[in-house]
């Protein structure tokens, strides 16, 4: 593809890996150009990475009382990418006593989100 200004990606949904170049149609900004793709979901994932990429988040949180010192949590659906940095930061001050089964909300409305710190372990 010539156009400089494709940005470059891998499609994750299935085992093909196809990889796509995406770029805004300089004729109709907010509409998109994709090549690469072989199916509909590559496209609909090719819409998504490129307007608002997410990623689904998991970390450990600091727990007391257990035989393990951190609990391995996730968000419940994915986070924007941009919000990553202030996600760990939140994560990061988190300090629970045991125990705690698998699925606890540890945070609910991550800044301010709908997502969900959910543990992803019982400890305790």
Do not use: F, W
């Amino acid at each position: 593809m010539n156009d400089t200004s494709a940005k470059e990606m891998i499609c994750i949904l299935c085992p093909l890996g196809c990889k796509m170049q995406v770029s805004e149609k300089p004729d109709q900004p907010g509409e998109l150009k994709v090549r690469g793709i072989q199916c509909k979901e590559g496209k609909k994932y090719a819409y998504e990475e490129y307007k608002n990429p997410t990623r689904t988040l998991t970390s450990t949180v600091a727990i007391h009382n257990t035989p393990l010192p951190r609990l391995p949590v996730k968000t419940s659906k994915p986070l924007p990418k941009g919000l990553i940095y202030e996600a760990m930061d939140e994560i990061n001050k988190v300090e629970l006593t045991g125990p705690v089964k698998v699925g606890t909300v540890i945070i609910k409305g991550l800044l301010g989100t709908d997502i969900d710190i959910v543990a992803t372990r019982s400890l305790g």
